[in-house]
DNA sequence: GGTTTCACCGATAGTACTATCGGTGAAATT
DNA sequence: AATTTCACCGATAGTACTATCGGTGAAACC
């Protein structure tokens, strides 16, 4: 049997940590018509007054979740940037580069799921910082694709390569929701379409360089 | 003036369609968590009480406005269907078979908000809808690919041809998105991307053929 | 060792929504 | 013209959730 000589600090965090993993759970599970401070309390272990010990209210709840989410995700990113660039072929590091996300988004499908869903509902609390976060991804994208060399000093320009990043993005999500709804087991097979569809957008961006 | 001369009937089925209108307008608005009774009857000029007369309960209401959109959305992607087939030239199909779903996407926003909420948010009744819809779209525009030669015999093809429409029309759906946002003012442009990245899945399909 | 702090508890007032009921008047039926 | 039907109404019982309150015991502080 485990001793449990917690400080007070320490036992309050834990409670609080259990408060956000049941809110976690309960959200992908049920969505945000079944998340209740009565629910989440009592599967976190304490009494539904108790919930307001360590929340102002549940909105101030899901906002402390989008930052310690959103923080994850952006560690999970920027981790697979890094790999992605210092991966060693061409083609490779191409398809690398849509392969890490894929695999990052299928570890965590809850929070995806949660900031899809988020970004279409107005009454969602969380709405404003799924938004955040889908524009930080379409810039990030953009850029990327910027540094490799495709210009973007024209509105028109920086408008195609945001366009582009869009699109790109929204197909890895739904890539990777069908992997999880195990429509697609490979992920390599899925990382190779996004790839086919880069390339077709490199393309274009090449035979249609500025001016004659 | 004009006279209201109406029977019953046709009374009747006037309420019943300001409500779904009103239901579809609150939803779009506020989001499910915003859908009571009391408001979308309120909406359509009636008491709260009334709203039994006409629906069984609210995901009563809710499967009858999937039903109908649906209905809606079925109509105008078969037009576009039929259109893309019939315009002109090879690259001018192309193009069309793209700006034609951003157009009625752009015309009906509420729909595809909703569609895109109601996928993600396990407690909406709209779910089941929701999914069936996408999954129609992505078969369909699996089947469009078959059509064009590229061969669906063994599991790995149709699963590629199945992941390649996903995306597609995952791409489709930001594109639309961003342009409803304002950010991508010209939808031949969003047209444009959507007909490159195409190209590049067409082009790894030609490449990949079967058996070397 | 005495005092203070505070995470947690049960109880409860307040709020919002659902869904049913009996009543009403005008349309429909006879 | 008499009778029936029914879309709509106001009232209300029932349910679910929020957020506050005073009380309690053990940890933290002195």
Redesign the interface.
């Known amino acids: 049997m485990s001793e449990t000589p917690l400080t007070r600090r320490e036992a309050k965090d834990l409670t609080r940590r259990r408060l956000l993993a049941a809110a976690l759970r309960i959200l992908?599970?049920?969505?945000?018509?079944?998340l209740t401070t009565g629910k989440v309390a009592k599967a976190a272990g304490i009494a539904q007054s108790s919930f307001y010990v360590h929340f102002k209210d549940m909105p101030d709840l899901l906002r402390a979740l989008g930052e310690e989410g959103g923080e994850r995700l952006r560690r999970d990113m920027r981790e697979a940037r890094r790999r992605a660039r210092e991966a060693p072929g061409e083609l490779e590091s191409h398809r690398d580069a849509f392969r890490i996300p894929l695999e990052a988004v299928s570890r965590h499908p809850e929070l995806l799921?949660?900031l899809?869903?988020a970004r279409?509902?107005?009454?969602?609390p969380l709405r404003g910082f799924a938004l955040e976060t889908a524009r930080a991804y379409r810039e990030h994208h953009a850029a990327d694709l910027a540094a490799l060399g495709y210009t973007a000093d024209d509105e028109?320009d920086r408008?195609?390569l945001?366009?582009?990043a869009?699109?790109?993005?929204?197909?890895t999500?739904?890539?990777a929701l069908?992997h999880l709804e195990g429509?697609?087991p490979d992920l390599e097979?899925?990382a190779?379409?996004?790839?086919?569809?880069?390339?077709?957008?490199l393309?274009?961006?090449r035979a249609t360089r500025r001016d004659p």
């Not at 992908?28 to 079944?34: H, K, L, P």
């Not at 869009?166 to 197909?171: E, H, I, Q, R, V």
Request: charged share 35%; net charge negative.
């Open positions: 992908d599970e049920e969505g945000e018509a079944g799921r949660i899809l869903r279409h509902d107005p009454s969602s028109r408008r195609r945001e366009m582009i869009d699109a790109m993005n929204a197909a999500d739904a890539l069908g429509r697609y097979e899925a190779d379409v996004l790839v086919a569809l880069s390339r077709g957008s393309r274009w961006l």
